[in-house]
T-cell receptor, first 113, second 117 residues
């Protein structure tokens, strides 16, 4: 596609449920990043993928958070047993390997009620 | 450890006035510095970046920023504000030395710019 695509754009879930957030990067971009934007914490790094592997997952806040990437393309961020503090906008970005120019998607707004 | 401080969570200017958004950074390695803009309900868009070389960098929409190592600053300016500039602006520093091959960003808290007629 022309840009980074994220789905769903909005997600409301009940506390304790699992959610999956999807990111479809720009074609050919082997580097993929997840960030979280929340009122209390601002914009924070979660995880980086190089191809299908994640050499840096230092920003994942707890073991309830996991992510995978398949075929060097689509990535899924999974949050298990959601809590209210997980409410945030989850942003995905991609770039060419070795480039400092990251292109961001529009984000998924997650609300845990 | 790297960090970014943006002075002023809200800035208000009149249309046609100078825009100045302040950013100071802390980095243990030569930094890569970025300004991103976020319009309502949208993702982040890269405005401009400093990596190496010329310290005055020009970006899209008439914005520019100057890297001042002695002041550890990377302030964003635009000579004449337009109504369409109203948005949230984020300054960021690259955490991992780019020789690592990826660009892990530390963001400031953001500055919301309002432009009044």
């Amino acid at each position: 596609g022309a840009g980074v695509s994220q789905s769903p754009s909005n997600k409301v879930t009940e506390k304790g449920k699992d959610v999956e957030l999807r990111c479809d990067p720009i074609s050919g971009h082997t580097a993929l990043y997840w960030y979280r934007q929340s009122l209390g914490q601002g914009l924070e790094f979660l995880i980086y993928f190089q191809g299908n592997s994640a050499p840096d997952k230092s920003g994942l806040p707890s073991d309830r958070f996991s992510a995978e990437r398949t075929g060097g393309s689509v990535s899924t961020l999974t949050i298990q047993r959601t809590q209210q503090e997980d409410s945030a906008v989850y942003l995905c970005a991609s770039s060419l390997q070795g480039s400092e120019d990251a292109f961001f998607g529009q984000g998924t707004r997650l609300t845990v009620v | 450890a790297q960090s970014v401080t943006q002075l002023g969570s809200h800035v208000s200017v009149s249309e046609g006035a100078l825009v100045l958004l302040r950013c100071n950074y802390s980095s243990s390695v030569p930094p890569y510095l970025f300004w991103y803009v976020q319009y309502p309900n949208q993702g982040l868009q890269l405005l401009l970046k400093y990596t190496t070389g010329a310290t005055l960098v020009k970006g899209i929409n008439g914005f520019e920023a100057e890297f001042k190592k002695s002041e550890t600053s990377f302030h964003l300016t635009k000579p004449s504000a337009h109504m369409s500039d109203a948005a949230e602006y984020f300054c960021a520093v690259s955490v991992v030395p780019f020789s690592g091959g990826y660009n892990k960003l530390i963001f400031g808290a953001g500055t919301r710019l309002a432009v009044h007629p």
